[in-house]
């Protein structure tokens, strides 16, 4: 994702500056003139449909479009996106031109200069590991016997949580030590770690601290006593990818030793997401910590209800012995005209005194009650994911009372 983005942004901007020589082809000759308005209108209609194309994962596609947006912009930021496109399709000879190039034609300051040597380094050492290929004609020497093959079928998808075993295939007989190198989405080193052979395969486990986010990338290489490379299976710049989904079938052998503990595998009702926030064994509302945390948040809220439904009855009794005593105070005139009585007055008076207590504390009750049952009802809904709940949060003040009622389905 941050490769797209700074593939858009780099492009964008110097399509509008127009750098860069014009050139037939896709070398990087002398300038002879600017391009002209049309040509940049072109460009960027070709720049367009490259960037569609990159963002879709159709990198040979695009490599067309981006190259067709070159030759009429002559921009040199473009050299850099076509290396980039290149990178993706794991051709590291193409890489190597294309970044070359923009070293040589793109401005001194160019924001990507540093990873663009770094990663002409990175490449440049990685071929020069690369195996010959043997020849594609010609009897072969008996006297030099062909590199061992080592055969592995990627997997396309994983569960989180869990570890994931690589098994790959190499001759018995093959003095090779073969290496598993993995890394988990957002990571930018490989893990490494050796492959153990089970009978005829070799295992490679990946941890399952590795198991979380989007996607785990790895792939294998197997070397000579002395280090030479000897055969891959993939590569850093184009590794196997496997998806992290909660739905897919486990990938490991239980009977294999885990460095990391024993593997509990999830139950029936278990929640697995690819976060840290929710791991195998952690229960959804379906289990008996979801019980615990619907009884609490339901009788909370009966309770706060009850409460500031009490509080309401209080505040209108107590304002109705207000109203005995005006209207008992105006009974033979204007007031004041009859003595404040103790048989009538006073008891009314403390009867109302004691409904407006009645209202105060209940209402700061119940008050209390609503928000400890408003976090309860939170818990409950950000703590499942399939759950179909109706969460009410009662509200009140001193002119009335009322509900708040959310839903989720």
Same mark, same amino acid.
């Not at 970044?99 to 793109?106: D, I, N």
């Not at 663009?116 to 690369?130: F, N």
């Not at 509990?264 to 840290?276: A, L, Y």
């Given at each position: 994702m &941050?490769?797209a983005?700074l593939?858009?942004?780099?492009?964008?901007?110097?399509?509008t500056?127009a750098?860069?020589s014009?050139s %037939? *082809?896709d070398?990087v000759?002398?300038?002879p003139?600017p391009p002209?308005?049309?040509e940049l209108i072109? /460009?960027?209609e070709a720049f367009?449909?490259g960037?569609a194309?990159?963002?879709a994962?159709?990198?040979a596609?695009?490599?067309d479009?981006?190259?067709?947006s070159?030759?009429l912009?002559?921009?040199?930021?473009l050299?850099?996106?076509? #290396?980039?496109?290149?990178d993706?399709? #794991?051709?590291? *000879?193409q890489? $190597? $031109?294309?970044?070359?190039?923009?070293?040589?034609t793109a401005?001194?300051?160019a924001?990507? !200069?540093?990873?663009?040597?770094?990663? @002409?380094e990175?490449l440049?050492?990685?071929l020069a590991?690369t195996?010959p290929t043997p020849?594609?004609?010609?009897?072969?020497?008996?006297?030099?016997p062909p590199?061992?093959?080592?055969?592995?079928d990627?997997?396309s998808?994983a569960p989180? +949580?869990?570890?994931f075993?690589?098994?790959a295939?190499?001759?018995?007989?093959a003095?090779?030590?073969?290496t598993?190198?993995?890394?988990?989405?957002g990571?930018?080193?490989?893990t490494?770690?050796?492959?153990?052979? !089970?009978g005829?395969?070799?295992?490679g486990?990946?941890s399952r601290?590795?198991?979380? +986010?989007?996607s785990?990338?790895?792939y294998?290489? /197997?070397?000579d006593p002395q280090?030479?490379?000897? =055969?891959?299976s +993939?590569r850093?710049?184009?590794p196997?990818?496997v998806?992290?989904e909660?739905?897919?079938?486990p990938?490991?052998?239980?009977d &294999?030793? *885990?460095? *990391?503990g024993?593997?509990v595998?999830?139950k029936?009702?278990?929640?697995? =997401?690819?976060?840290?926030?929710?791991?195998? +064994?952690? !229960?959804d509302?379906? #289990?008996?910590?979801g019980?615990?945390l619907?009884?609490?948040?339901w009788t909370?809220s009966?309770?706060?209800?009850?409460?500031?439904?009490?509080?309401i009855v209080?505040y209108r009794?107590?304002?109705?012995?207000h109203? #005995?005593l005006?209207?008992?105070? !105006?009974?033979?005139?204007?007031?004041?005209?009859r003595?404040?009585?103790a048989?009538f007055?006073?008891?009314?008076?403390?009867?109302?005194e004691?409904y407006?207590?009645t209202y105060?504390?209940?209402l700061?009750?119940?008050a209390? =009650? %609503?928000v @400890?049952a408003?976090y $309860?009802?939170?818990r409950?809904?950000t703590s499942t =994911?399939t759950a179909?709940?109706v969460a009410?949060a009662p509200t009140?003040?001193?002119?009335?009372?009322g509900a708040?009622?959310m839903g989720?389905?």
């Amino acid at each position: 994702m &941050l490769r797209a983005l700074l593939f858009n942004a780099v492009c964008l901007a110097g399509l509008t500056t127009a750098l860069g020589s014009a050139s %037939a *082809d896709d070398a990087v000759p002398a300038p002879p003139a600017p391009p002209t308005q049309d040509e940049l209108i072109a /460009a960027k209609e070709a720049f367009k449909l490259g960037n569609a194309l990159y963002q879709a994962g159709k990198f040979a596609e695009a490599v067309d479009k981006l190259k067709e947006s070159y030759r009429l912009s002559r921009n040199p930021f473009l050299l850099y996106n076509v #290396g980039l496109s290149y990178d993706q399709l #794991g051709q590291g *000879d193409q890489v $190597l $031109l294309y970044y070359k190039q923009f070293l040589a034609t793109a401005p001194a300051d160019a924001p990507m !200069r540093g990873d663009v040597v770094a990663r @002409i380094e990175a490449l440049e050492k990685e071929l020069a590991e690369t195996p010959p290929t043997p020849p594609t004609s010609g009897e072969p020497d008996p006297a030099v016997p062909p590199p061992p093959k080592l055969i592995h079928d990627p997997t396309s998808s994983a569960p989180p +949580g869990l570890p994931f075993d690589v098994v790959a295939t190499i001759a018995e007989d093959a003095n090779v030590v073969v290496t598993l190198l993995y890394r988990s989405s957002g990571e930018a080193a490989f893990t490494s770690r050796p492959m153990v052979r !089970r009978g005829t395969a070799l295992v490679g486990r990946i941890s399952r601290k590795k198991m979380l +986010g989007n996607s785990v990338q790895y792939y294998m290489e /197997a070397r000579d006593p002395q280090g030479t490379l000897v =055969t891959r299976s +993939g590569r850093s710049i184009s590794p196997h990818l496997v998806n992290i989904e909660a739905t897919a079938r486990p990938r490991f052998d239980p009977d &294999l030793p *885990d460095e *990391d503990g024993p593997v509990v595998m999830p139950k029936p009702g278990d929640v697995v =997401t690819t976060s840290n926030q929710v791991v195998p +064994g952690q !229960r959804d509302d379906g #289990g008996s910590s979801g019980l615990v945390l619907a009884g609490a948040k339901w009788t909370t809220s009966g309770i706060a209800v009850a409460l500031l439904g009490l509080s309401i009855v209080s505040y209108r009794r107590a304002q109705d012995q207000h109203v #005995g005593l005006l209207d008992d105070s !105006r009974a033979c005139g204007e007031p004041p005209c009859r003595v404040f009585d103790a048989d009538f007055g006073q008891t009314v008076q403390a009867r109302g005194e004691r409904y407006d207590l009645t209202y105060k504390v209940s209402l700061g009750l119940g008050a209390a =009650t %609503a928000v @400890i049952a408003g976090y $309860l009802w939170y818990r409950s809904l950000t703590s499942t =994911t399939t759950a179909r709940d109706v969460a009410i949060a009662p509200t009140a003040d001193a002119n009335g009372a009322g509900a708040v009622v959310m839903g989720r389905f």
